[in-house]
């Protein structure tokens, strides 16, 4: 993929996005073939050299948000820079809520915050680490509407502003259509790849 490249995987459930997803992040090996990162086979490493590639090159947003309860929304985002050692994490992190809309929210725990709110959270969290490709599995599958409209809008803007790639599962089709691949999975086989319309 290219910087800023956007791509949808769409398909039914249980078509396998969400599986394809885990494999192309390196949190699972294929059985067989290989998935390259920047030319590096995930195959070819460990455990945690898998880990080590992911947090320096990859961001993540998920449906259920995955926040760490017991952390305000500032140390949430700071949790990723202060686990590669970054002594500028708390600065990085104010900037980040600032740009998703939160600076009145940051010293709130995720259960203080609505679900649109939380979301913010995670892709603040997500792009704080500047990564070169992020996946965002679902990103407003458990927002309503008007939420999950502003979360899209906030992830493709600042996808284009940072010139991240995005490969994005959903079962929004009017979601799907903003990328500008498509590809749609049925019962785990590749069925079409192209442009969006």
Known sequence: MKAGETVAITGPSGSG???????????DIPSEGEILLQG????????????????????????SFHLVQDL??????????????????????????QQVGLEARMGHFPGQL???EQQRVALARAFVVQPK???ADEPTGSLDHANGERIADLLFDMN?????????VTHDP??????GRQLRLEAGRLRSDGAAA
């Open 17 to 27: 996005k969400s599986t394809l997803l885990s494999l192309l992040a390196g949190l």
């Open 40 to 63: 590096k086979a995930f195959s070819s490493l460990d455990e945690d050299q898998r880990a080590a590639r992911r947090g320096a090159l990859c961001g993540f947003v998920f449906q």
């Open 160 to 168: 284009q502003a940072t010139g991240t790639a995005l490969v994005l």
């Open 133 to 135: 490709l992020l996946f």
């Open 114 to 116: 609505s679900g649109g």
């Open 72 to 97: 305000t929304a500032l140390e949430n985002v700071m949790l990723p820079l202060e686990l590669q050692g970054k002594s500028n994490a708390e600065k990085e992190a104010q900037r980040w809520l």
């Open 174 to 179: 009017q979601l799907a259509r903003r990328c």
